[in-house]
């Protein structure tokens, strides 16, 4: 069955499931890894739920980071008429990618 749990990272909550790989902004961790989460929310194991108040100290999630990297291009694009004024900048936000190893 599915082990889901709710993680807070960087002041944003994320919910995470066993096994899978997620892209978040980018928090500090060398790359190849293990990162245990000090902060767990919620768990749900096997549709048993818990709640924290707000967080639940005798569990942990482990991470795996895999790769911090640059996310994709943002455009933005200034015009303003009838004044030949034009502008385009972009930029690419710092991301991490990582794989949830365990839920406990």
Not at 62 to 81: M, N, P, T
Request: glycine share 6%; no cysteine; proline share 3%.
């Amino acid at each position: 069955m599915a082990k889901v749990a709710v993680i807070k990272i960087n002041s944003a909550q994320y919910i995470v499931e066993e096994g899978k790989t997620y892209e978040v902004p980018k928090f500090s961790a060398e790359v190849g890894s293990r990162f245990e989460v000090p902060e767990v929310l919620a768990l749900d194991i096997d549709g048993k739920y818990e709640v924290g108040t707000p967080l639940l100290n005798d569990r942990k999630v482990v991470l795996e980071i895999l790769e911090q990297s640059k996310g994709e291009k943002v455009i933005q694009r200034i015009y303003k008429a009838k004044s030949r004024y034009r502008r385009i900048r972009g930029h690419r936000k710092q991301v991490t990618k990582f794989r949830v190893v365990s839920i406990a």
